[in-house]
């Protein structure tokens, strides 16, 4: 190896002029036993790789400089190399990107029989960093990841080809761009057109979708076998939804029979979308809106004797980074607290978390310990996540991200 920094960005598709990048003695171990991640301090940091430009294809070698795989490099990151192909002479251009996305395409169309979906989930889709939702004809995509950012024109295209959908809107704002020394930006489309937010029914429901203004991508696809597990319990029962977003516990558990739902956020805008829809479903009688805090609006329920057959927290990620988790789990038991209080006698308790740093064990253990602390006995009926169109790396716990919990409240 040289240090010598190159010119420009070495051609992805060429195998022959990429660079080299090799593990430092005794590390890697999680690498080599499956994991597509190779950390800063795993990696021998020569002058020449760190002037790789962020999203670098490189051959990543072992100490023994063997040749692992293909891998994206970003000194940027603390994540500096991610595995694009385990074949050191793979070609990343735009045949592979459509055999990667086809493969990924072929696995939801097995799963729904809808073209709403998540169609790439990352490093579980052999695509590292890379997300994107589908809309029926709208894509949205999320490159969340330094080498998904610089082909994110290719991307786009071959996501097109594959699909045969007619727009792709590119989603940069994510907080994960960040740590990969990424500059966030406003949603925009880069291919067709979107007239204003997409119809997507789910579970009964009729859902609608901003792709250009809503959190993430506009929708919270994982939450889709969790609406319906909770829709089922919700019939003929109040039910309360907070931290709603769109309204989707409200709006799954309306349709299936609820008699009443209401749904508290503190987006207007969010707010405003559950109501377009709850129209649209024609069940507007049967949904209340109060855009307020929700641990406020909690307290407040409790303090007026309000009750309920159905209570469900979806709140966002309280525990984002080992960091937090500790005041995240604080919240998380918060959470549990107040809204166990709101739950009638033989009532249900959903409860969620899509932090990445709080543990199953731990958001469970967090959850009991504030339902404890509400002075209510429970039975736990359910332990699931994210639906099947966000498949989780086995060899990367951290792909197993939302955490959902039902219980039961003597």
Not at 143 to 149: G, K
Not at 293 to 308: V, Y
Not at 345 to 371: D, K, N, Q, R, Y
Request: charged share 25%; proline share 8%.
């Amino acid at each position: 190896m040289t240090d010598a920094a190159p010119d420009s960005p070495p051609d992805p598709q060429d195998p022959a002029a990429r660079p080299v990048v090799r593990l430092r003695p005794r590390s890697g171990k999680r690498f080599l036993a499956g994991a597509p991640w190779v950390y800063a301090d795993e990696l021998v940091m020569d002058r020449r790789t760190r002037k790789l430009p962020p999203g670098t294809p490189a051959v990543l070698e072992d100490a023994d400089r063997r040749p692992r795989g293909v891998v994206a490099v970003n000194v940027e990151s603390g994540i500096a190399a991610r595995l694009l192909d385990r074949d050191p002479e793979a070609e990343i251009g735009p045949a592979w990107l459509e055999a990667r996305l086809a493969a990924a395409l072929a696995l939801r169309e097995r799963l729904h029989d809808t073209p709403h979906h998540r169609l790439v989930h990352a490093e579980a889709d052999g695509l590292p960093g890379l997300v994107i939702d589908r809309f029926g004809d709208a894509l949205v995509m999320q490159p969340n990841a330094a080498w998904a950012d610089r082909l994110s024109e290719e991307i786009a295209d071959a996501a097109l080809a594959v699909t045969g959908a007619a727009t792709v809107v590119l989603n940069a704002g994510s907080r994960a761009r960040v740590q990969e020394g990424l500059e966030p930006a406003e949603p925009r489309v880069i291919r067709g057109a979107v007239d204003g937010p997409v119809e997507v029914p789910m579970n009964g429901a009729l859902y609608l979708a901003d792709l250009l203004g809503g959190q993430k991508t506009g929708l919270y696809y994982d939450q889709r076998p969790n609406h319906a597990f909770v829709a089922r319990l919700a019939r003929g029962e109040s039910m309360l939804d907070v931290f709603a977003h769109v309204g989707g516990f409200a709006l799954a558990a309306l349709a299936a029979g609820a008699r009443e739902a209401l749904a508290v956020d503190g987006s207007e805008p969010a707010l405003a979308l559950a109501a377009a829809s709850a129209t649209r479903m024609g069940v507007e009688d049967r949904l209340t809106l109060r855009r307020e805090d929700a641990f406020e609006a909690m307290h407040g329920l409790a303090e007026s004797g309000r009750r309920f057959g159905v209570v469900v927290c979806d709140p966002p990620a309280f525990a984002p980074s080992r960091q937090a988790a500790e005041a995240g789990l604080r919240a998380y038991r918060r959470t549990a607290r107040l809204a166990a209080r709101l739950v009638a006698p033989g009532g249900f308790l959903a409860l969620h978390s899509c932090s990445h740093a709080a543990s199953p064990e731990a958001f469970f253990e967090a959850s009991v310990e504030g339902i404890r602390e509400a002075r209510r006995e429970a039975q736990l009926i359910r332990a699931g996540g994210a639906g099947p169109d966000h498949p989780v790396h086995p060899a990367l716990p951290e792909t197993r991200y939302l955490k959902a919990l039902v219980l039961r409240l003597a």
